[in-house]
């Protein structure tokens, strides 16, 4: 599974695609396109591309504002996982949530338990697992959701306690 690390992007591309660099723009989107296409299948399931296409239009019009070269894997994360929510919510598709991609375990069967619990989880579950597990504090879950804080503290709390009565159900 290709991580952000593993991708390579040289400070010097990033700083010449800023500069105006189509040639630069064009490399680093076209590495950065595994991984944004990645986050928009989990988020969106079948508009994924559409998603991707979306997050990589944002990316592009906003690299300029990018200030921190540091930053910009997390900032392509947040740009994408926002796309993504908002190609959910034009295609008015509530139950496009699904499950969280779920990298390597040591056992292959949890990755099959682990979407199977969630395909249990009601959608807002799910959506704020999701969310979660793509590095949103509740803050920026609250604002990407169009949601109160207090609702996804409380939709958080309740998602991961139903995530873990599924996954351990208690002997009987």
């Not at 944004?36 to 979306?54: F, L, N, P």
């Not at 994360?77 to 034009?90: D, H, Q």
């Not at 099959?112 to 793509?134: F, K, M, N, P, W």
Request: charged residues 25%; contains cysteine; neutral net charge.
């Amino acid at each position: 599974m290709n991580t952000v690390s593993d991708i390579p992007t040289p400070p010097a591309l990033l700083r010449r695609a800023q500069a105006g660099d189509e040639q630069a723009m064009n490399g680093l989107l076209a590495d950065i396109a595994p991984y944004v296409a990645r986050i928009c299948r989990s988020i969106t399931h079948d508009d994924g591309a559409d998603a991707a296409q979306e997050a990589l239009l944002a990316i592009y019009r906003g690299l300029g504002t990018l200030r921190e070269p540091v930053a910009f894997y997390g900032w392509v994360r947040s740009v994408t996982v926002r796309e993504a929510v908002r190609t959910v919510k034009r295609r008015g598709a509530e139950t496009a949530y699904s499950q969280v991609e779920v990298g390597r375990a040591a056992n292959p069967l949890d990755a099959v338990h682990i979407s199977d619990v969630l395909d249990r989880l009601s959608d807002a579950h799910r959506q704020v697992l999701t969310l979660r597990v793509y590095g949103l504090n509740e803050e920026e879950m609250a604002e990407t959701l169009s949601l109160p804080v207090g609702t996804v503290r409380s939709r958080l709390h309740r998602a991961r306690r139903r995530f873990q009565e599924a996954w351990q159900p208690s002997a009987a």
